[in-house]
């Protein structure tokens, strides 16, 4: 079935965020005098929204709820700061964006980031891709719910099914069979391709190039 609209996810998909996440919840942790963790523990960490970031950066004995509120509140302050840093789109992946653009396909973006931070971010490094829709943790559940991914299907009057969404993680390629939607996993990101096919990729994108081959 011919493909109507790409989503895609935005931390290790659009942009390498990690130094920026990494520098910032360690900054927090080590405030609080908690060890802190390679960028590499950080790509493990990431992807399932900053609450959860949070959680699996503390030691286990201190993971009250209480205690991460706290945590949140300030990685939450410290990442407003920091954010753009060291952070940068994927080498390739904005022409691959406009390229798609150019087509008249649907574009969005479907983030666990904070809403108005992924807003925010992606303009910054996208403004002249111009989006369909962006959308990121707020009035949904988080992925890898399908409920945000569904609404966006709605919101372009696309089948499910007619949508290839890209992502770098287990939770997208979930999030993706959840919804019904094609999953295509990108080798570029912060999880390696053994997790992404477990997961159900249907295909292994090596390039942002890559998947202008899928569309055509």
Not at 7 to 15: A, E, K, N, R, Y
Not at 92 to 100: A, C, K
Not at 136 to 156: C, I, M, N, T, Y
Request: charged share 25%; net charge neutral; proline share 3%.
């Amino acid at each position: 079935m011919k493909i109507s609209g790409v989503l895609f996810d935005l931390d290790g998909t659009l942009l390498n965020t990690i130094d920026d996440l990494a520098e910032s919840m360690n900054s927090v942790l080590e405030k609080h005098g908690l060890p802190a963790h390679t960028v590499e523990a950080y790509k493990y960490f990431v992807g399932e929204g900053m609450e959860n970031l949070v959680r699996k950066s503390i030691p286990q004995q201190v993971c009250t709820d209480d205690f991460v509120g706290v945590l949140f509140t300030e990685m939450k302050n410290t990442y407003q700061k920091r954010w753009n840093l060291k952070t940068k789109p994927y080498d390739g992946i904005t022409d691959v964006l406009l390229s798609i653009k150019s087509t008249g396909l649907r574009l969005g973006v479907l983030s666990n980031k904070i809403h108005d931070v992924t807003c925010e971010t992606v303009c910054y490094y996208f403004k002249e891709v111009g989006f369909d829709i962006v959308i990121g943790h707020r009035d949904f559940l988080r992925k890898p719910s399908p409920e945000a991914a569904l609404f966006v299907a709605r919101q372009w009057g696309v089948l499910p099914e007619r949508i290839l969404y890209v992502g770098d993680s287990m939770v997208d390629m979930q999030t993706a069979a959840n919804a019904s939607m094609v999953a295509a996993g990108v080798s570029w990101g912060f999880r390696d391709k053994k997790e992404l096919l477990e997961n159900g990729a249907r295909y292994i994108l090596n390039r942002p190039s890559d998947i202008l081959t899928i569309l055509k």
